[in-house]
């Protein structure tokens, strides 16, 4: 197998990297964390024990992918998203009873400086704006923004605006997107 992993970075025993991913400057993959191929970690990023991240995925520098995230193929997180995995955090307690699983489908991107409050799904080919918080899942094709995240309108697989109505639409770079 085939990877590149900066000799500054840390990769622990029992971490799965696939084909063709890298690993950049000072990110640590923990034990039981799972990337699969072509992937980008960014600079100081810190994919957890037991997360789990698909193909073709971008992950920008200090990003945390935390324990109970599972991150589909062909997302893009930007730089310094954090995942959290804890609804009610004490640092005197933890027990996997606690873990908050969170899921990101297929093509969704999340802009920079994000938190994704754990428990939601991401929705496939959803958008998160930059410095938005998501406590509630965001639906396919969504383009949320805000503290908390709110509805903004839909968007095409290629990440341009379509409009806010359930239905059917044909973008300028010629996808169509049936949303009803």
Not at 79 to 103: H, Q
Not at 167 to 173: A, D, H, I, L, V
């Amino acid at each position: 197998m085939t990877y590149f992993v900066h000799q500054t970075a840390m990769v622990d025993e029992g971490a799965v990297l696939g084909e063709g991913t890298k690993v950049w400057h000072f990110a640590h993959i923990r034990k039981g964390a799972t990337i699969g191929e072509n992937c980008i970690i960014g600079k100081s990023s810190y994919i957890d024990e037991g997360a789990s991240i698909g193909n073709g995925v971008k992950i920008q520098n200090f990003v945390s992918v935390y324990k109970g995230v599972t991150i589909g193929d062909d997302v893009f997180v930007g730089p310094s998203v954090t995942f959290t995995n804890d609804m009610y955090p004490r640092a005197f307690i933890w027990d996997e009873e606690r873990l908050g699983k969170t899921l990101v489908k297929k093509g969704a991107s999340i802009g920079a400086n994000s938190t994704i409050i754990c428990g939601v799904s991401i929705g496939e080919y959803s958008m998160v704006g930059a410095g938005s918080v998501v406590t509630k899942d965001v639906p396919a094709h969504a383009l949320v923004v805000g503290s908390p995240a709110k509805f903004h309108c839909f968007v095409c697989k290629c990440g341009k605006k379509l409009g806010k109505e359930k239905k059917e639409y044909t973008c300028g770079c010629g996808e169509k997107t049936d949303l009803r």
